[in-house]
């Protein structure tokens, strides 16, 4: 499995994002697929995963409201829309696929594969 994560930029407070992950692989299909970030000296956290099908997305509690996690028509993109973003939305975001659902897509040992990252910076 690959992925390749875009999307990420320079933004001014309050501006939105979308990021982008490409899967590919002929072994992806069916896995749930997530984001998380990490910001300078700081562990990776969760934001969001969302199942193969596109169904169930879920959220860590403390982003809600500001992040949507959504699917491609044809599933293998799965993208991450961040509005409002804040100073504190700085960080290198990664995207990750995990042959698991639940609890344990929300956790980093979850993940099987993750992307290269892709660095958002909001600036106030």
């Known amino acids: 499995v690959q992925l390749q994560a875009s999307g990420g930029g320079l933004v001014q407070a309050g501006g939105a994002l979308k990021l982008s992950c490409a899967a590919s692989?002929?072994?992806?299909?069916?896995?749930?697929m997530g984001w998380f970030r990490q910001a300078p000296g700081k562990e990776r956290e969760f934001i969001a995963a969302?199942?193969?099908?596109?169904?169930?997305?879920y959220y860590a509690e403390d982003i809600k409201g500001r992040f949507t996690i959504s699917k491609g028509n044809a599933k293998r993109t799965v993208y991450l829309q961040i509005d409002i973003l804040k100073p504190e939305d700085t960080a290198v975001y990664y995207c990750?696929?995990?042959?698991?659902?639940?609890?344990?897509?929300?956790?980093?040992?979850?993940?099987?594969?993750w992307g290269q990252g892709t660095q958002v910076t909001v600036s106030s």
């Open positions: 969302i199942s193969w099908s596109g169904n169930n997305p």
């Open positions: 692989g002929r072994t992806v299909s069916g896995y749930t």
């Open positions: 990750a696929a995990s042959a698991y659902t639940g609890t344990m897509a929300t956790r980093l040992f979850g993940y099987d594969f």
